[in-house]
């Protein structure tokens, strides 16, 4: 069964660090997005992406993020300088029309 | 905006028993979707069952089922049979229907304890 793909699993970076999570999405997929979960709290949007350009975004997804997708398959979210408070799980999904978004296994994001 | 609402942070239910997580939206339109997905200790995302608020008929996923009130705002998941490997975080989610890509809106969550 085709999924999501989210590399690393984990990663820890330094304040003040760039990183850069990636995500694979499902082939046939047209629609992207990312979100995010701070430990204990729920499940927050921050980009959508299609054709090739942000769709929509939130209030979180300020000018430290941005996303794109280089070659037509993997689905990147950078964080510039990255804060502790940029510490959460972070969510890869895609969906194709009006289906349900099928997610990653997520990034674990550990700033120190 | 539209908000979603888990009024039951914690629950628990006996293996085998039946047990009833709850959820209400808040929205002005019309067409949209409603969803149940499962976090496990793993945390990843798994969706559990998927409602159109044009149908009438509540959906049914094996021992998932849910309880669509439209007019109440209202979309509660039952869980039939409960397993061990049903203990997890719940959350309900809100997706407009008013374009293809519109973001999910999750509530806080539900933890389930499954008691063997």
């Known amino acids: 069964e085709p999924e999501v793909t989210q590399t690393p699993s984990h990663q820890v970076t330094q304040m003040g660090q760039e990183v850069i999570l990636r995500c694979v999405p499902i082939?046939?997929?047209?629609?992207f997005y990312w979100y995010r979960q701070i430990l204990g709290q729920k499940v927050e949007f921050l980009v959508s992406?299609?054709?090739?350009?942000?769709?929509?975004k939130s209030e979180i997804f300020d000018d430290q993020f941005s996303v794109e997708r280089p070659d037509g398959s993997n689905f990147t979210l950078k964080i510039r300088s990255t804060k502790l408070e940029d510490s959460a799980m972070y969510f890869c999904a895609s969906q194709t029309g009006f289906t349900e978004a099928f997610f990653g296994q997520g990034t674990r994001l550990t700033v120190v | 905006a539209q908000t979603v609402t888990q009024s039951q942070p914690e629950m628990s239910v006996q293996e085998a028993e039946t047990v009833t997580l709850s959820c209400t939206y808040d929205t002005s339109e019309s067409d949209y979707y409603l969803f149940w997905y499962k976090q496990p200790p793993s945390r990843q995302m798994i969706l559990v069952i998927r409602q159109e608020a044009y149908k009438q008929q509540n959906a049914t996923e094996n021992r998932f089922s849910v309880n669509f009130q439209k007019a109440a705002k209202s979309f509660s998941l039952k869980i039939s049979d409960s397993q061990l490997g049903d203990a997890a975080m719940y959350f309900c989610?809100?997706?407009?229907?008013?374009?293809?890509?519109?973001?999910?809106?999750f509530g806080k969550g539900t933890r389930l304890s499954v008691i063997a």
């Open positions: 989610a809100y997706r407009s229907a008013m374009k293809r890509n519109t973001p999910l809106v």
């Open positions: 082939s046939n997929h047209l629609y």
């Open positions: 992406f299609y054709n090739n350009e942000i769709s929509e």
